[in-house]
């Protein structure tokens, strides 16, 4: 085995997100789904982009999102993701270096632009999100680091990105990378409408062994499996997955590993918006998971991480979550 130089590397979208305020009547001159998520088009995204207000940018994506959790707990990462030689392209890998990320994918030179997530934020806290995918979603195979990978203790797959195929070709490329290094492979399954599209290729995945780490919510369970009841969910998965990680929302999480079973509540706070719970979830686990700590411990590091992420707006930890962790869990 190579040696270890990392504790998690990713393969995800890397989106740009800019948030800006905004008022209802503005939602409404430039006919935005008020509190949904809309694809938009290059032009869609510079006419959004034109009609906003001072507005925060800042590197996004499930899998960077991720990423940004473990490191600020103190893991070391890398990131593999797609940009364009633009100015978003360089906010992205300004922001995640920053964060203490590694991330060396060459920028594409060509079109689409890199990918942003234009969020206008209205007084009741409605979040209108507006999504242009662009460079993410070109991700070839040959812009891996095949030795990066192959020196993580884990690599951290975002089921978003299973959607196009330049990206989901480099995705399998480097399951086999990690797989013949002898490292770890984890996966989230992102959504519903993902696996309502590529279920059939996660299920494949889990019989050929190649997951050892699944992240999944309730309902993302029940697409997989086709059981709408969770014991009956974690019952068809428990003897396929090693480790299998279903959050529960309000009702905390629950992981099965090897015969063994942990659950615990979620962490109380105020719920100002959820978006990142999901991601920043996986953060603590995966840090728990990547240091070999018990089941129960990696699911209340997550719970904490999902806590932090909830209360605030935006997908990127606030709090100082080394010092959170302390106080909470000692």
Same mark, same amino acid.
């Given at each position: 085995?190579?040696?270890?130089?990392?504790?998690?590397?990713?393969?995800?979208? #890397?989106?740009?997100?800019?948030?800006?305020?905004?008022?209802?009547?503005?939602?409404?001159?430039?006919?935005?789904?008020?509190?949904?998520?809309?694809?938009?088009?290059?032009?869609?995204? %510079? %006419?959004?982009?034109?009609?906003?207000?001072?507005?925060?940018?800042?590197?996004?994506?499930?899998?960077?999102?991720?990423?940004?959790?473990?490191?600020?707990?103190? #893991?070391?990462?890398?990131?593999?993701?797609?940009?364009?030689?633009?100015?978003?392209?360089?906010?992205? #890998?300004?922001?995640?270096?920053?964060?203490?990320?590694?991330?060396?994918?060459?920028?594409?030179?060509?079109?689409? &632009?890199?990918?942003?997530?234009?969020?206008?934020?209205?007084?009741?806290?409605?979040?209108?999100?507006?999504?242009?995918?662009? #460079?993410?979603?070109?991700?070839?195979?040959?812009?891996?680091?095949?030795?990066?990978?192959? @020196?993580?203790?884990?690599?951290?797959?975002?089921?978003?990105?299973?959607? &196009?195929?330049?990206?989901?070709?480099?995705?399998?490329?480097?399951?086999?990378?990690?797989?013949?290094?002898?490292?770890?492979?984890?996966?989230?399954?992102?959504?519903?409408?993902?696996?309502?599209?590529?279920?059939?290729?996660?299920?494949?995945?889990?019989?050929?062994?190649?997951?050892?780490?699944?992240?999944?919510?309730?309902?993302?369970?029940?697409?997989?499996?086709?059981?709408?009841?969770?014991?009956?969910?974690?019952?068809?998965?428990?003897?396929?997955?090693?480790?299998?990680?279903?959050?529960?929302?309000?009702?905390?999480?629950? @992981?099965?590993?090897?015969?063994?079973?942990?659950?615990?509540?979620?962490?109380?706070?105020?719920?100002?918006?959820?978006?990142?719970?999901?991601?920043?979830?996986?953060?603590?686990?995966?840090?728990?998971?990547?240091?070999?700590? &018990?089941?129960?411990?990696?699911?209340?590091?997550?719970?904490?991480?999902?806590?932090?992420?909830?209360?605030?707006?935006?997908?990127?930890?606030?709090?100082?979550?080394?010092?959170?962790?302390?106080?909470?869990?000692?």
């Amino acid at each position: 085995m190579p040696e270890t130089r990392y504790d998690v590397i990713a393969i995800g979208n #890397a989106i740009v997100d800019i948030m800006a305020p905004s008022d209802d009547a503005t939602i409404e001159r430039l006919s935005l789904n008020k509190g949904g998520m809309t694809l938009v088009d290059a032009d869609g995204a %510079r %006419r959004l982009y034109e009609a906003m207000g001072p507005a925060r940018e800042i590197s996004g994506g499930s899998a960077a999102n991720t990423l940004a959790g473990l490191a600020a707990l103190g #893991a070391q990462c890398a990131f593999i993701g797609q940009v364009a030689d633009d100015q978003f392209g360089r906010v992205f #890998a300004h922001d995640i270096r920053a964060g203490g990320i590694a991330f060396d994918t060459p920028a594409r030179e060509a079109e689409p &632009p890199t990918a942003q997530c234009l969020i206008f934020v209205t007084p009741d806290a409605q979040r209108t999100m507006n999504t242009f995918l662009g #460079a993410s979603q070109f991700l070839p195979a040959a812009a891996l680091d095949e030795a990066a990978i192959a @020196a993580a203790k884990v690599l951290y797959l975002e089921g978003y990105l299973w959607d &196009p195929e330049e990206p989901r070709a480099a995705m399998r490329r480097a399951i086999d990378a990690a797989r013949s290094a002898g490292r770890e492979v984890a996966f989230t399954l992102s959504e519903v409408f993902v696996i309502d599209r590529h279920g059939d290729d996660f299920r494949s995945l889990i019989a050929d062994g190649l997951i050892d780490v699944l992240f999944a919510n309730h309902t993302e369970l029940a697409a997989l499996t086709g059981e709408s009841e969770l014991e009956a969910g974690l019952a068809a998965l428990q003897d396929k997955v090693p480790t299998l990680v279903v959050t529960c929302g309000a009702e905390g999480a629950v @992981a099965l590993k090897g015969g063994e079973r942990a659950q615990v509540p979620s962490v109380a706070t105020t719920i100002v918006d959820t978006t990142g719970a999901g991601d920043l979830f996986a953060s603590g686990f995966l840090y728990g998971h990547v240091n070999g700590e &018990p089941l129960e411990r990696c699911l209340q590091r997550g719970a904490v991480c999902a806590a932090e992420i909830i209360s605030h707006y935006g997908a990127r930890p606030e709090a100082n979550l080394k010092a959170l962790m302390t106080k909470q869990l000692g």
